[in-house]
């Protein structure tokens, strides 16, 4: 009788690690289903493609934020959402939860599935929510609040992603800008408004908002603006004039 062979080098062969850097691949599952995984070190990490990355179903909810998700609601209806409270072990297995999601949202930004990215930043942030507002103690409710900005960015990186694959670039530098509010806006909570342009979150962002800066269509107001004080100045008042009608028009109609 032969013993099954559970060696892993036949399936990393040929696939080697590269340091610092995120090396992901979709396979096929034995069960018919696509698969992810991300090459590791010492071996390879699987997850599924939806649901909850390790396929597991935690009191028969697709994942405990759905589980603990649907606690708060039903004390909601009875109007008792105080008596909701996570305890220490709670709070511990919900980060447990969101780091699998946070391997799998890797992964899916180095395959460029954006939208992806997105289902599960999405979903990691009300968890983050969630643990803060309802956590027994205070260093379960803030544990998770230190890697926020990092959540946010990779959240608008694939909402600009998206739009650029559409070749909307007003959405895509949107996206961005939104995504560098709500990192300013954490900063802000935390009475510590000088530090978000310094994080590296941030600026990553900025930095890509800066690209698109140089690419965005003008707004027509603005060059009709420029126009209009150029010709002022040269007093070519005709002109300026007719410049001052169309600023108007516009004006009416974007109102």
Known sequence: MSLMCNDLQPIIEGWDYRPGQTTVRKINGL???????????????????SGRPD?????????????????????????????????????ADLRDEALQYYYRYLSLFDLGDHAGVIRDTDRNLRVFDLVKAHAKNDADRFALEQYRPYVVMMNARSRAGIALRENDLNAAYKALQDGMDLIRKFFQ?????NLAAKSDEYRVLDKQAAELRNVLPRDPLAVLREKLDAAVKQERFEEAVRLRDKIRKLESSSK
Not at 34 to 42: D, I, N, P, S, T
Request: charged share 30%; no cysteine; proline share 3%.
């Open 55 to 91: 396929g597991q179903k935690p009191y028969g909810y697709e994942s405990l934020l759905e589980y603990f998700g649907s606690i708060l609601e039903k004390l909601k209806g009875q109007d008792k959402q105080d008596d909701f409270e996570l305890s220490a072990q709670d709070s």
């Open 189 to 193: 909570d935390y009475g510590q408004p």
């Open 31 to 49: 069960d018919g289903k696509e698969k992810l995984q991300m090459r590791l070190q010492l071996g390879v990490l699987q997850m599924e493609y």
